[in-house]
């Protein structure tokens, strides 16, 4: 695989570029009908789709080097004022067999590790480094991203389920200025989507759900939640650098 190719994507790529694995054109497909759908709950995410401004990654089961070069790419995005409010999404190659959801959540967890291990650069000296810590928030490139799994093991939890492929969608936390969770913004835009959520999912909103800078609240238990209705306990499988 040549990785100097293999960087950040945009919509146009799946199309006109013909060194893509067949697996990420099926899964890309099957991730831009979901989130086109009309009920699709979150509408920040179908604009987003419909309007160009997401971009993508991929990893291979057997080298992720190319992630950390594309998801510092992306970041760099930033630097022009018009891509304020742009997402991340790196598909990842599906297993042979579909996983079980622990299996899913392992994988999760190691790639962020991967990454925080290959970032160059360090964390401010008041970035709480404990994920315990509720204002802990995963860094790469200097920048507090809020990172989201989605697997096909989600079963009741459907608007997890974006395909075949465990796909992570990374949101630098700067796009939330102005509907932050204790902003009357951030409240009512969230609200809406989550009652949209409740109903797609046919299940009520997972207890670890919060906002960031609740001092109740766990960060990290919000990237990668149950498929169910019961709050996550033990540890938090990432450790920094400065902690191992």
Same mark, same amino acid.
């Given at each position: 695989? &040549?990785?100097?190719? &293999? ?5 146009? %790529?799946?199309?006109k570029?013909?060194?893509? /694995?067949e697996?990420?054109l099926? @899964? ?22 419909l #309007? ?10 057997d080298?992720w ?11 760099e995005?930033?630097? &022009?004022p018009?891509?304020?409010?742009h #997402?991340?999404?790196?598909?990842? @190659?599906?297993?042979? @067999? $579909?996983?079980a ?9 190691? +790639?962020? =590790?991967?990454l925080?291990? =290959? ?6 000296e008041?970035?709480?480094?404990? /994920?315990?810590h509720?204002?802990w928030?995963?860094?790469? !490139? !200097?920048?507090p991203?809020f990172?989201? !799994? ?11 389920d ?7 969608g990374?949101?630098?936390?700067? +796009?939330?200025?102005?509907?932050? #969770?204790?902003?009357? !913004?951030g409240i ?10 409740e109903?797609? %999912? &046919? ?7 919060s ?7 766990? $960060?990290?238990?919000?990237?990668? +939640? ?6 996550i306990? #033990?540890?938090?499988p990432?450790?920094?650098? %400065?902690m191992?």
């Amino acid at each position: 695989m &040549n990785t100097l190719e &293999n960087k950040m994507l945009v919509k146009e %790529d799946f199309n006109k570029r013909d060194d893509l /694995p067949e697996w990420l054109l099926r @899964e890309y497909e099957t991730f831009r009908k979901t989130v086109t759908n009309k009920t699709f709950p979150c509408y920040f995410g179908m604009a987003a789709e419909l #309007g160009g401004e997401l971009r993508y990654a991929y990893i291979e089961r057997d080298d992720w080097s190319n992630l950390p070069k594309a998801l510092m790419e992306f970041l760099e995005l930033f630097e &022009n004022p018009k891509h304020k409010r742009h #997402g991340f999404f790196v598909f990842v @190659e599906p297993f042979e @067999e $579909e996983g079980a959801l622990d299996d899913y959540r392992k994988e999760f967890w190691d +790639i962020l =590790q991967y990454l925080h291990e =290959q970032d160059p650069v360090e964390w401010p000296e008041d970035a709480p480094k404990d /994920p315990d810590h509720f204002l802990w928030d995963f860094r790469f !490139g !200097g920048e507090p991203i809020f990172v989201f !799994g989605n697997a096909p093991a989600y079963k009741q939890r459907k608007t997890r389920d974006l395909g075949n492929s465990m796909v992570l969608g990374f949101q630098p936390r700067k +796009i939330f200025k102005g509907l932050e #969770g204790t902003e009357p !913004g951030g409240i009512n835009s969230r609200e809406k989507v989550r009652e949209r959520v409740e109903k797609w %999912d &046919n299940l009520p909103k997972h207890p670890d759900i919060s906002h960031f800078g609740d001092p109740t609240h766990n $960060e990290w238990k919000q990237f990668f +939640i149950g498929d169910d209705t019961v709050p996550i306990e #033990g540890k938090c499988p990432f450790r920094h650098k %400065d902690m191992s």
